[in-house]
Each structure stands twice: as structure tokens, then as C-alpha cells.
């Protein structure tokens, strides 16, 4: 083969082969789309159940246990 056709195949074909095989690991890549949810929205967030706790009301607050002119711990 002449070797200004072999460049010119090459100069056309490289670029050729090198798009597809870009084209061809974009589509591999990454996990499969999945299908989105219909759900509303609401029945998809549930909502924080405030819990009680007796024995903290009942702790009287006495304020800090500490004094200004007491010696460093």
C-alpha cells in the first residue's frame, strides 16, 4: 500500500475509532438509570415524633457550681 493512503486512513480512522470508543464507555459507565418514583412526596417523609422525658422537668436548675473566687480545678 502507498504510504500516503496509509497515513490518510489513519489520519481519518484513528479519530474515528477513538469517538466510538468514547461513545462506547459513556454508555457503560456507571449504574443503569432506574425508574423514578411516583410517590408523592409526603408519603415519602415522615415526621419527627417529639419524645418525652419526665425527669428532666423534675431536676431543679441550680445554676453553675462554680464561683468566681473559688481556686482553679
Do not use: C, N, W
Not at 13 to 19: D, E, H, R, T
Amino acid at each position: 500500500m502507498d504510504p500516503i493512503v496509509l497515513v490518510i486512513v489513519l489520519a481519518v480512522g484513528m479519530p474515528l475509532a477513538v469517538v466510538a470508543a468514547l461513545a462506547i464507555s459513556a454508555r457503560l459507565r456507571g449504574p443503569a438509570p432506574r425508574p423514578e418514583s411516583r410517590r408523592r412526596v409526603d408519603s415519602l417523609v415522615t415526621e419527627a415524633v417529639p419524645e418525652e422525658h419526665p425527669d428532666e422537668d423534675a431536676l431543679p436548675d441550680e445554676g453553675p457550681s462554680f464561683r468566681i473566687d473559688s481556686p482553679p480545678p
